[in-house]
């Protein structure tokens, strides 16, 4: 089992729907949680982290961890196409940022 | 600053050959890291360098891979011997330490395809 587990999709909405992108981790030891955004043939984008458990809020994003059920959750509000890319999920312990381990990423294509 | 810097973009090699990958990292960050990606996978560690030292390696690193940092600025990042299984994106990212930027500023990768 890895250690985060995500849907790779893919997601296909309308522009202007509401998204919601999840994972879930198995290891009690990880404090921070991150979302990635990566377009075809970049490198990823950090988009948000969050420490523990708890809401993040930057603008259309949402980030929220929910520690007793091991569960992350990104929400995109008003979905653009230029939202289409693959998003990442990845956690790490109370160590900080020696290694980041990701999920395998979900495919978000939003449709005009 | 235009953000960390990899090259080659691309490098197509045939399976026994050596290839060498460097990463140019943000100046001011003093962590360096690899990851490899393959298709439809998320990036895995590799190894990363609190300025010059190489303080972690994974497993998935063999003994045909090295990494170095000298003098702590930029990386590189060779493959020996390379194998059909070694062609992913090989990802570079560099960070300041934990009470500075939170999270990587990842390159925009060298694709390797060994045919």
């Known amino acids: 089992q890895k250690e985060v587990e995500q849907d790779p999709g893919p997601l296909s909405v309308p522009e202007g729907a509401i998204v919601s992108l999840n994972c879930t981790y198995s290891?009690?030891?990880?404090?921070?949680f991150m979302w990635y955004r990566q377009y075809s043939r970049k490198g990823p984008e950090l988009l948000m982290y969050?420490?523990?458990?708890g809401n993040k809020e930057d603008g259309r994003f949402t980030a929220q961890v929910d520690k007793s059920s091991k569960y992350i959750s990104l929400f995109i509000r008003d979905s653009q196409p230029s939202d289409s890319a693959t998003y990442l999920c990845?956690?790490?312990?109370?160590?900080?940022?020696?290694?980041?381990?990701f999920g395998t990423g979900t495919r978000l294509l939003v449709s005009p | 600053d235009t953000g960390v810097s990899q090259d080659p973009r691309h490098k197509i090699t045939k399976r026994g050959q050596n290839v060498t990958f460097r990463c140019d990292p943000i100046s001011e960050h003093n962590r360096l890291y690899w990851y490899r990606q393959t298709l439809g996978q998320g990036p895995e560690f590799l190894t990363y360098f609190q300025n010059e030292a190489q303080l972690e390696k994974s497993r998935l690193l063999s003994d045909r891979f090295s990494a170095e940092r000298p003098k702590g600025s930029f990386s590189t990042l060779e493959i020996q011997r390379t194998e059909q299984g070694d062609s992913a994106m090989y990802l570079c990212a560099s960070s300041l330490d934990e009470g500075g930027d939170y999270g990587y500023t990842f390159g925009s990768g060298t694709r390797l395809t060994v045919v």
């Open positions: 290891n009690s030891a990880f404090q921070y």
């Open positions: 990845a956690s790490t312990g109370n160590t900080g940022f020696q290694k980041l381990v």
């Open positions: 969050t420490y523990s458990s």
